[in-house]
């Protein structure tokens, strides 16, 4: 059925559906703008909820602004309320029709009624009109004086609105003072606590500029005032009370009997029945007794019932967020709450992230005295139908076992698991059996003997297969069928998408090839060969490594791959004590639920671990200008192309049939080496070392720096291409030519040994590019990473050609990113850059 046409539709009662029904509601709200008829403020309401309803959808009904304000003059509250809405709405985005609603206002903030007078203040502050501020001081000054609470109230959060549209005008006011004043004097608890959360957010942000002002926020944390505040707290509400409870947090005492009168005075805030007044009071006790060891341990147990009491009652989401605070408090003292493992069970109506909190909380607290029971408990989630959480408690069941408690009955019960036959379960279970071999070696034979009836083919999930690789390598000897399982792996090469599962592969036919020779080296050979030629770069490099490392010599590459071994301690923690402890600093906050100190989701200065710009100190600007220095912060934050980040994305690069989004470079002697040649030569490294090495293997030789070429390759001789050595740029253009141009190319080269020991000092590079009329516009790092950008200009015309050099110390390799006006030159240029770096140091 066709819709109906635009004539035929019926517009809707409560809005208008075009210009003339903005017309035919401004006639009628004049019609009943002076009128005093009984009745006539049920039609305003009518009208104005149209209007109100208009304005929400996002039609215009600024034409009715007039109107709106003369219909105002009445005592209906609900049409004041509406009115308020309506002129705040179109105030910030008309600031002339601003104008028209300051009469009525002011006349509004001097009504009989106190709600209309705070209602008027309130919104006459909302405006945030900078032209308007003059009118605000007059009817704030005599709200602060207001005789009624609730104007009061308003009147101080007005103050701080002021101070947002004009600071100036708020302290040549005095108003600082006269919250002050208020903050001590004032009757009302809730005109305090709002005086006190004002003076704290002004202060703040006037103390870099105002030594008084500092003084004065360094005030708010004295004694007397504090006294001041814990002496009313019971009077407050519950958000006051957080936020009085919260000053207290940062306040010093004079000795051991202050810290004692505080937490007497706040003992009974531990019952509160709002979780936020609660959180803020243990962090009061918590920071309070940081350094009374015996008194900290003792507020651990006091606040421990509060705590559970608060998780078991409320909302998921309020029982998450103390959930968070239990954690970071459990993983700080896991001994203290190890009594108390049952109330962190899961129940069956609990959302996920409860559920998974919970199983990391009871992977704490397992200890000699309660791992059966615990271990128990969660081998029943195993069973679950929500899959996630049985991935969740197996992992916990796998990491209780490598803190060394009860191993022998948690073993057994993980290879239980693997008799599931279910795939997410076995899945799971072979990574966490993997790791407990590390750190178990004596569970081989019981384990080995389970893992080895798994099917490859049944094993899907990248982890689980990498796990299962590593196990058929690690122990071949034991599994009769180790090499044949992966002869067949590594006959699926093509098939196998993961990068992780491709490196571990390699790496377990050599070690198989070691204690198995003669059944594994046509597998190894076959590995050997597909890796050489795939295209990643990693799976790539560590076959080429592998390939070069067994023609040097069979035994070391025996000691490199597959040294004996010693049992794994412990294992790397995901978080530094020092993140911890940040996090701990601020309790009662964002941070704990996050897990993250607050710097990492707040400083819009803050970027993740991947960002150059953390390694960076600074950029020196110019070939010469060793002491001209400029801050990161005046570089554009928002830039991600340009100066400081090393993670952009890849312009026009495609995926290889691997999904990486990498290439590797070509090596023409190993990429061509097929895989009967490997298996041939494989014969010969099992029974001796070569006397004589390959001629198409000496440039790999020469690449991986294994000594055995003599003469180094010879660099790349320069192309036909002329550049101006006079060249200018200025920064500013520089920057916005990378923006915009695409990448040409990107390439991989090597440094000579001889470069690297020059780059000690940068400078000596810039001068050495110069002298080959390339020029050096920014540079910075520090050991490895060191960051060039050049530019170079053709002689003939102002062609130019922006490059980003990263040279890594370490590996001895520069990833070079190329942009040019010229796009047809970029290989010519590549190559002419490429032969002036190759021969820094060594002229």
């Known amino acids: ?110 009504d009989e009624d106190p709600m209309i007078r705070g209602l008027a203040l309130r919104s006459l502050c909302s405006l945030r009109v900078a032209n308007l501020v003059e009118y605000l001081v007059g009817p704030l000054g005599s709200g602060l004086r207001d005789s009624n609470n609730y104007v009061r109230t308003v009147a101080v959060t007005g103050v701080l609105k002021l101070y947002h549209i004009s600071a100036a005008t708020c302290i040549d006011a005095d108003f600082p003072a006269m919250l002050k004043h208020l903050m001590l004097k004032d009757p009302d608890t809730q005109v305090i606590a709002n005086c006190l959360a004002t003076l704290q957010e002004i202060w703040t942000l006037e103390a870099s500029n105002s030594e008084e002002a500092s003084k004065e926020r360094e005030a708010l944390l004295s004694k007397p005032l504090v006294y001041h505040f814990l002496n009313r707290i019971k009077e407050f509400s519950e958000w006051a009370q ?178 599931m036959e279910k795939d997410y379960v076995t899945a799971e279970t072979l990574v966490l059996v993997k790791d407990l071999l590390r750190k178990y070696p004596q569970w081989s034979q019981d384990c080995i003997a389970v893992v080895g009836n798994i099917s490859s083919n049944n094993v899907q999930e990248p982890k689980a297969k990498a796990a299962l690789i590593w196990m058929l390598g690690e122990y071949s000897q034991d599994m009769h069928d180790a090499p044949y399982i992966l002869e067949s792996l590594i006959e699926n090469w093509q098939d196998e998408h993961s990068s992780e599962v491709r490196l571990h592969l390699l790496t377990a036919v050599m070690k198989c090839f070691f204690k198995r020779p003669p059944e594994t080296q046509k597998a190894l050979g076959d590995a050997l060969a597909a890796g050489l030629a795939d295209f990643h770069q990693d799976v790539h490099d560590r076959a080429l490594f592998y390939y070069r490392l067994l023609q040097h010599n069979v035994s070391v590459a025996e000691c490199v791959v597959n040294p004996p071994k010693q049992a794994v301690s412990v294992f790397a923690d995901t978080q530094s004590s020092e993140i911890k402890d940040r996090i701990f600093d601020e309790f009662n906050s964002l941070s704990v639920v996050y897990q993250k100190p607050s710097y990492m989701f707040t400083d819009k200065e803050h970027r993740g671990p991947f960002e150059f710009s953390d390694e960076l100190g600074n950029l020196s600007i110019g070939a010469d200008a060793t002491d001209t220095v400029v801050p990161m912060q005046q570089v554009d934050a928002n830039d991600k192309d340009l100066l400081l980040s090393t993670s952009e994305k890849e312009d026009g690069r495609p995926l290889s049939s691997n999904g990486s989004a990498y290439s590797a470079p070509l090596y023409d002697a190993p990429a061509s080496v097929p895989a009967s040649q490997i298996q041939s030569d494989l014969v010969n490294l099992t029974s001796s070392l070569p006397g004589h090495v390959p001629a198409a293997s000496l440039a790999i030789d020469d690449l991986l720096g294994l000594g055995l070429s003599v003469t180094p390759a010879p660099a790349p001789s320069p192309p036909s291409l002329s550049l101006n050595p006079k060249a200018v740029l200025d920064p500013g253009t520089f920057q916005q030519k990378w923006r915009q141009l695409p990448i040409s190319l990107t390439q991989e080269f090597s440094v000579s040994p001889q470069g690297i020991a020059a780059l000690i000092t940068p400078q000596a590079l810039l001068r050495h590019m110069q002298g080959n009329s390339i020029q050096c516009i920014a540079s910075g790092g520090q050991s490895p990473n060191f960051k060039f950008f050049f530019f170079a200009q053709k002689a003939e015309e ?4 922006l490059v980003e050099c990263i040279i890594n110390t370490s590996s001895a390799k520069a990833q070079v990113k190329i942009k040019a006006d010229d796009q047809n030159m970029s290989q010519t240029f590549s190559t002419l850059f490429q032969s002036a770096l190759s021969k820094f140091g060594v002229q």
């Open 798 to 801: 102002s062609s130019n050609f």
């Open 242 to 419: 957080s936020l009085v409870l919260e000053l207290v947090a940062k306040y010093v005492p004079s000795d051991s009997n202050e810290i004692f009168d505080i937490m007497n005075l706040l003992e009974d805030r531990l019952q509160h029945a709002n979780g936020a007044v609660v959180l803020a009071t243990i962090k009061v006790f918590l920071q309070l007794t940081l350094s009374m060891t015996d008194v900290h341990q003792q507020v651990y147990e006091r606040i421990k019932a509060p705590l559970l009491t608060l998780v078991s009652s409320g909302s998921p989401e309020q029982s998450y967020a103390v959930l968070s605070h239990l954690h970071l408090l459990v993983m700080r003292a896991p001994i203290l709450f190890s009594s108390d493992y049952k109330h962190f069970y899961c129940q069956y109506n609990e959302p996920f992230y409860v559920k998974k909190l919970k199983l990391e909380m009871l992977t704490a607290v397992a200890n000699e005295s309660n791992t059966y029971e615990i271990v128990t408990e969660l081998c029943e989630y195993a069973a679950n139908v929500d899959i996630p959480i049985a991935r969740e408690s197996i992992r916990a069941v796998g990491k209780i076992a490598l803190q060394q408690y009860d191993v022998n009955a948690i073993v057994d019960r993980l290879l239980q698991f693997l008799e």
């Open 1 to 110: 059925m066709a819709p109906p046409n635009q004539a035929q539709r019926s517009p809707s009662p409560s809005q208008p559906s075009g210009k003339g029904e903005v017309s035919d509601l401004k006639t009628q709200l004049r019609q009943l703008a002076g009128s005093r008829a009984p009745g006539a403020d049920d039609s305003k309401r009518d009208l104005f909820k149209k209007v109100i309803s208009s304005m929400t959808v996002g039609i215009d009904v600024s034409a009715v602004f007039g109107e709106m304000v003369m219909c105002s003059a009445t005592s209906d509250i609900v049409l004041k309320k509406m009115c308020y809405l309506y002129v705040g709405n179109y105030a910030k985005v008309n600031p002339d029709l601003a104008l028209l609603t300051i009469n009525f206002l002011q006349r509004d903030c001097k």
